[in-house]
């Protein structure tokens, strides 16, 4: 039988309907197309893609059961590797990382793992008649501060071991990211939480509106009688570029926006939470989160979208098929263009015009590539002269976070980078005995797929440390 | 789920409630801040502590209903309970090496200066107290702070209660008469706060304002509450819930802090009237 070329294409929402609204983009291939793109496996014998994942799944294992129909079989071998199969088949860059190392890739289009992972997580979730189980307890107990995809990673793989587990979470819902960051249309916050239950049914603990550093320090988690402790609070502070206006009405942080819209659901309508919606906006910056924000802006009613971003296409950080759905949703790509300062509405006959200190538009810059730089990217150069305005009302900031603090101000010992990310050996474990951290704390904004990986190692340390 | 152990009105538009919250409780200093939510669906909304028991496990927050959220919360009941209680938040206020302070409390800006008035009189310092409101009729703690003040001042705008005029009044008065604090730090309405800063500045005493920008996650995530301080002629951000609440009020940029906590005002006015008319449904 002839190998089909092509993956099978994802169902999606139509870019005009799914442009307004939050329902998921992607809907998921039915039983035929998973069974179909699973016949594409060619099961090759040195397994390329399981070195290509960070968690190191067995995917043609996994891939087999599905060509049999095994699809409860094929979701227990992702679940050996990975606690968040619905998650990942979603949200990871597979095209960087699995399915860039597929044999099936060097002649055709790879394997579709991703889209194959979610179907089975997905058909596995639907099912109410599997419950996990906890397992015998090994007697030992392991604090995890933060819930995000490291954290639930963490949790997951010591709980399998037997670990007693308890999650602290700072916010009052579990999932970090996953459900303050990553949109409603991209990851259904009710995936996060199936994900979450899974793990209770583990027998981990999770306790929400715990700030540590705060409201427990990380000695009092040890007086507490946890032997071990993972740190995977997350990104922390956003970062601003510093130009003129930033602190405008209509200035937002992609944190503090897309917070208001996924956590607080401000794009309900009549949200208790207000953001501004409709209107002209403009999201600085090149990656996932820019993306998410802009199409964000979008579904919330916005006449028109920006994503500003000083490089070109080529260097843009997003995964490919988000700038895909972004452009297919009508957002405009202002590449090669940089900001130069945020414009407000200034009313100097009445200072007590409500319209004062709102946002009326955005200077930039046009940019061009020099010579690379120390990232391996050619520099963006200024182009004298071609200062121009664009019309906008909102402006979201999406150029990534600084660790936060309040971890590090109150452990004594536990040392930093000069960036303020927590230092970690080959292990995950901190200049701290006892402490492991990862994720987006450790390496400043990243995947969450590195950051599930980083959760893993951890995992695998403490167990050694414990039981070793 | 945290209780409301007790619930009273200060006045018309403040009331104090009691939650038990054990964690935070264990923690709780002056000058820091909770983030709460009332329900399932409600928003975050910071509040600061005005006192805690460590022993009963008790916090107590003082909030004035000025949106939704705090018209929904006023509605709760003693042993109600509320969704969310996080905390203790933010810097606490600093106390080292004071010896004589000046507290100036604006409005329900008291409720919050009145912890920090009692912790510098627990402390052994000489503790002056100036209260301001705009009437009688909303004047609150005046007993609570005679009881940690050395001196007590108190003063209503329209003059119907103690002294007419605001409270940069009996400020000036002494700092003129030669008083030296040895600091003095103000807690109420940001345009009070950059008047007691402007009064202050000639005597070259040092002032500290407790900032309440909005908030969302209050944990140094969001940004929302970012505010501009100006440091050696440099514009530097800083963010009230991990740098404050407490900041130095020489470097504080009060107008563009004035101007963001009035981003939400139509929308804050719109909730409270939505609140308010589904209780009045409630009622019928």
Known sequence: MAINPKKHEMPTQEASVRAHNFNEVALGYTEEIAVAEAQRCLNCKNQPCVAGCPVNIHIPEFIAQIKTGNFEEAYQIISKSSSLP???????????????KCTLGIKFEPVGIGRLERYVADLHNSRTDIKAEAPESNGHKVAIVGSGPSGLTCAGDLAKKGYKVTIYEALHTAGGVLVYGIPEFRLPKSIVAKEVDTLKELGVDVETNVIIGKTLTIDELFDMGYEAIF?????????FMNIPGESLKGVYSANEFLTRSNLMKAYRTNPVTPIMKGGKVAVVGGGNVAMDAA????????????????????????????????MEEGIEFLLL????????????????????????GMQCIRMELGEPDQSGRRRPVPIEGSEFEIDVDTVVMAIGTSPNPLIKNTTAGLEVNRRGGIIVNEDGLTTRKGVYAGGDAVTGAATVISAMGAGKLAAKSIDEYLNG | MYRIVSKKPLNSTVTQME???????????????????VDEEGERIPLTIAGSDAEKGTVKIIFQIVGGTTEILNHKKEGEYLQDFAGPLGVATHT????????????????????????????GAEVTSIIGFRSKDILILEDEF???????????????????????????????????FDMIITIGPLIMMKFVVLTAKPYDVPVTVSMNPIMIDGTGMCGCCRLTLHQDGK??????????????????????????????????????????????????
């Open chain 2, 235 to 284: 514009a530097v951000t800083k963010f009230a819930c991990v740098d404050g609440p407490d900041f130095n009020g020489y470097e504080v940029d009060f107008d563009e802090a004035m101007s963001r906590n009035r981003m939400y005002m139509d929308f804050e006015a719109h909730a409270r009237e939505e609140a308010c008319n589904l209780f009045k449904k409630g009622e019928n």
């Open chain 2, 146 to 180: 005679k009881e940690c003040s050395d001196r007590l001042f108190v003063m209503t705008d329209d003059g119907s209660y103690a002294r007419k005029g605001n409270v940069t009044v009996p400020l000036k008065e002494m700092l003129e008469a030669g008083e030296k």
């Open chain 1, 295 to 326: 199409r964000t802006a979008l579904r919330l009613g916005a006449e028109k979208v920006y994503i500003v971003y000083r490089r070109s296409l080529e260097e843009l950080p997003a995964r490919k098929e988000e700038v895909e759905h972004a």
């Open chain 1, 231 to 239: 740190v995977g609070s997350g990104a922390g502070l956003p970062n």
């Open chain 2, 19 to 37: 939650i038990e919250a054990p964690l935070v409780a264990k923690k709780a200093k002056p000058g820091q801040f909770i983030i709460l939510r």
């Open chain 1, 337 to 360: 263009h940089n900001p130069l300062q945020i414009l407000g509405y200034n009313n100097p006959d009445d200072p007590r015009d409500p319209k004062n200190g709102f946002v009326t």
């Open chain 2, 96 to 123: 080292d090496g004071i010896k004589k302070v000046c507290i100036v409390g604006g409005g329900v800006g008291c409720a919050i200066a009145m912890p920090v008035a009692q912790e510098f009189h627990r402390l």
């Open chain 1, 86 to 100: 619905a998650v990942c088949g979603r949200v990871c860059p597979q095209e960087s990382q699995c399915e860039s």
